[in-house]
């Protein structure tokens, strides 16, 4: 079926329905009814996206940018480790409105408009849900371990969210028997931590 036919198809069902409206009655029909009513509201959201030179998502990307889950958990950081997901680069821009506005830009140009919308709903759930670190020394060591196998891209994520706070990040040292000082600042101890956790995963990975 083409679009012509489609709308010659959705002209008479809705003539047919405007005339028998006070006929008609029953489950089945309000159902099939709720159905119909869901997927036209759909399709219609996808034509004016279409229409409006957005492409298919891009309304709903642009209002998941700028939605409460976003502020919460949509660091600069995440944004890059979702676009190098989708697309496999960074985002070129360091300040968050330019990212977004960017991120947008690059969905619409690559049709990617759905698929962002998916990933993004996706990091929302997992943000939500992601249990905070114990600061058990088994568990911290472990965490070392992982953070070692992780991407520049990842670790910058990290770093912004479950590992933001200086305390943290000094027992995630102290865990895992690596020296600073009173005064180091909290750049210098990432850098620290990074250097020694990816050289601790280079060993493991080595050995086996």
């Known amino acids: 079926m083409n679009y012509s036919e489609l709308s010659q198809v959705l002209l008479r069902l809705s003539q047919?329905?405007?005339?028998?409206?006070h006929e008609l009655e029953g489950l089945t029909l309000a159902k099939a009814a709720d159905s119909l009513v869901k997927a036209t509201l759909r399709f219609q959201k996808k034509l004016e996206d279409f229409l409006g030179?957005?492409?298919?998502g891009i309304q709903e990307l642009e209002e998941l940018l700028v939605s409460p889950q976003a502020r919460a958990h949509?660091?600069?950081p995440a944004l890059n480790l979702i676009h190098k997901d989708l697309f496999g680069d960074k985002l070129t821009s360091e300040k968050p409105a330019a990212a977004k506005k960017e991120f947008i830009n690059?969905?619409?140009k690559e049709q990617a408009g759905e698929k962002s919308v998916e990933l993004l709903r996706l990091f929302f759930l997992k943000a939500a849900q992601r249990p905070p670190l114990s600061k058990n020394e088994a568990a911290l060591q472990e965490e070392f371990l992982r953070l070692g196998g992780l991407s520049d891209e990842e670790l910058a994520f990290e770093f912004s969210d479950r590992?933001?706070?200086?305390?943290?990040?000094?027992a995630l040292a102290r865990a895992n028997a690596i020296p600073f000082s009173k005064e180091i600042s909290k750049e210098k101890l990432i850098e620290q931590i990074t250097h020694y956790a990816r050289r601790a995963y280079g060993n493991i990975?080595?050995?086996a």
């Not at 047919?16 to 409206?21: K, L, N, Y």
């Not at 030179?53 to 298919?56: F, N, Q, V």
């Not at 590992?163 to 000094?170: D, N």
């Open 163 to 170: 590992l933001k706070s200086v305390g943290l990040l000094k």
């Open 53 to 56: 030179g957005r492409g298919p």
């Open 74 to 76: 949509l660091k600069l």
């Open 106 to 108: 690059r969905a619409k």
């Open 16 to 21: 047919t329905t405007g005339q028998h409206h």
């Open 205 to 207: 990975r080595h050995r």
